[in-house]
């Protein structure tokens, strides 16, 4: 089946799946489809993709219950240190530096290892001259951490800062959902903002906000949609066209196949 068929036939969102699981539905198949691999395989020349800071792993600061037995299950099941892999990769034969927040590990929460693996990314792209393309699936800072998760937004940011000041191009893609301290940092702050279809992006989510400030929001209120037409991102693309679309915007800065 083509990355087309299976987009058509199974367009379905974070969203989706929780009321999947609500249900009581199995949900495996889906998944893999809406995989971070698959997503590497829809993306990256064949072969292309070479993982990198594989063994970057989040300590349990706070000694919180549960939190050692419930990353160690995720970890086994999907055979990953974190949230977030990381690595070089092609796109058309363009090498790029590329990371992918996985939402199906603590729906892509970022505590030290994932703010670990982005910062080391992106200083690796720095040194290398590569352009920078991170997609973010999450939901915010990962509580288990406390202190040590938020401390990550800053650190995130700071390299980013870094890379764009030495003329280094960060494409940010984001999905769904892209909240919390994720938006609030590298996610927001890309030279060019990408982002799927009806992805939910911001940093509270739209009930906390209307209890907050005691309003109805407007219709679609942080919804891709409503973020383009308000400036806030620069193009809506559809999961089908993403390595089109990033070829094409390396081609416009001039980057070289190699």
């Not at 030290?112 to 910062?119: H, L, P, S």
């Not at 309003?215 to 809506?236: A, N, T, V, Y």
């Amino acid at each position: 089946m083509s990355i087309k068929e299976v987009y058509s036939r199974k367009k379905k969102s974070w969203r989706s799946l929780i009321k999947m699981r609500e249900r009581g539905e199995n949900t495996n198949k889906l998944e893999r489809e809406d995989s971070v691999q698959s997503r590497i395989r829809e993306i990256c020349d064949r072969d292309s993709f070479k993982e990198m800071f594989r063994t970057v792993d989040s300590p349990d600061p706070l000694g919180f219950p549960g939190y050692e037995t419930k990353k160690k299950r995720f970890q086994e099941k999907l055979q990953q240190s974190d949230a977030c892999i990381a690595g070089t990769a092609k796109i058309h034969q363009k090498k790029v530096a590329i990371g992918f927040l996985d939402g199906s590990f603590l729906m892509g929460s970022m505590g030290y290892a994932v703010g670990e693996k982005i910062t080391l990314l992106t200083e690796y792209a720095g040194k290398k001259n590569l352009p920078l393309i991170i997609f973010s699936a999450s939901g915010g800072a990962r509580m288990q951490e406390g202190m040590f998760s938020l401390v990550q937004m800053a650190k995130t940011s700071a390299a980013i800062e870094a890379f764009k000041r030495k003329g280094g191009l960060y494409i940010s893609c984001l999905t769904h959902p892209t909240t919390g301290g994720v938006s609030a940092s590298f996610a927001s702050l890309g030279d060019i903002i990408l982002a799927e279809p009806e992805a939910l992006i911001g940093f509270a989510g739209p009930r906390v906000i209307e209890q907050t400030i005691g309003e109805k929001l407007p219709e679609g209120f942080q919804r891709s949609e409503f973020l383009l037409e308000h400036g806030m991102i620069d193009k809506i693309v559809e999961r089908t066209k993403w390595r089109r679309v990033l070829n094409h915007i390396l081609y416009l800065h001039g980057i070289e196949r190699r």
